[in-house]
């Protein structure tokens, strides 16, 4: 069965460095989306992309925040400058269609810790 | 007012018992409603959508009250394997569609 996978899965950074978090979609999905769960609490939406370019952000996703997709495979989000309020499990996910018809499939997560 | 609210337990029951959750919304722009289940540290996993006419797999059943705001999941004869968080989820349209969880309900299913 196909599966979304994240790379690293785990990564420790010190406050102020820029990490990129990575994954990879299911093949034939064409919705991408970042969350993020701070240890204890909720699942947050962070963003959605499709086409090339965000579809919807929450306030959380402030300039700090970008995604990409740089080839056909791979969907990023990097964080420019951790805080230590950054870590938290982040969660990948992707559809076949939007969020509204369609199953979201997640990936494993990559928990981050900034010291 | 939180977008979605649930119980958040932690419900324990024993095995074979049957158990409810109930969500509550409060954006009537909600679109779609869903269950997730998530596992101590795990990624959530869909468990089912949710339809106004109210939809069963298996052992579970769900049901949506657009009018209430209120979404519900009943799982009958309850297995150790139940035991996860449930989380309630919801499709909100603001000029793009955003996905809302629930805080999520506990449940422990002992033998």
């Known amino acids: 069965e196909p599966e979304v996978t994240q790379t690293p899965s785990h990564q420790v950074t010190q406050m102020g460095q820029e990490v990129i978090l990575r994954c990879v979609p299911i093949s034939n999905h064409l919705y991408f989306y970042w969350y993020r769960q701070i240890l204890g609490q909720k699942v947050e939406f962070l963003v959605s992309?499709?086409?090339?370019?965000?579809?919807?952000k929450s306030e959380i996703f402030d300039d700090q925040f970008s995604v990409e997709r740089p080839d056909g495979s791979n969907f990023t989000l990097k964080i420019r400058s951790t805080k230590l309020e950054d870590s938290a499990m982040y969660f990948c996910?992707?559809?076949?269609?939007?969020?509204?018809?369609?199953?979201?499939?997640f990936g494993p997560g990559t928990r981050l810790l900034v010291l | 007012r939180k977008e979605v609210e649930q119980d958040p337990g932690p419900f324990n029951v024993p095995e074979g018992a049957t158990v409810a959750f109930n969500c509550t919304y409060s954006n009537s722009a909600s679109q779609s409603f869903f269950w997730y289940r998530q596992d101590c540290r795990k990624e959530p996993k869909l468990l089912m959508s949710?339809?106004?006419s109210g939809n069963e797999d298996g052992r579970f059943t769900a049901q949506l009250n657009r009018a209430s705001q209120y979404i519900s999941l009943l799982i009958r004869d309850s297995k150790l394997s139940d035991s996860a968080t449930y989380l309630c989820v919801v499709i909100l349209y603001t000029g793009g569609f955003k996905t809302i969880f629930g805080a999520g309900t506990r449940l422990f299913v002992k033998a």
């Open positions: 996910a992707s559809s076949l269609g939007g969020a509204a018809l369609e199953t979201q499939y």
């Open positions: 992309f499709y086409n090339n370019e965000i579809s919807e």
């Open positions: 949710v339809y106004s």
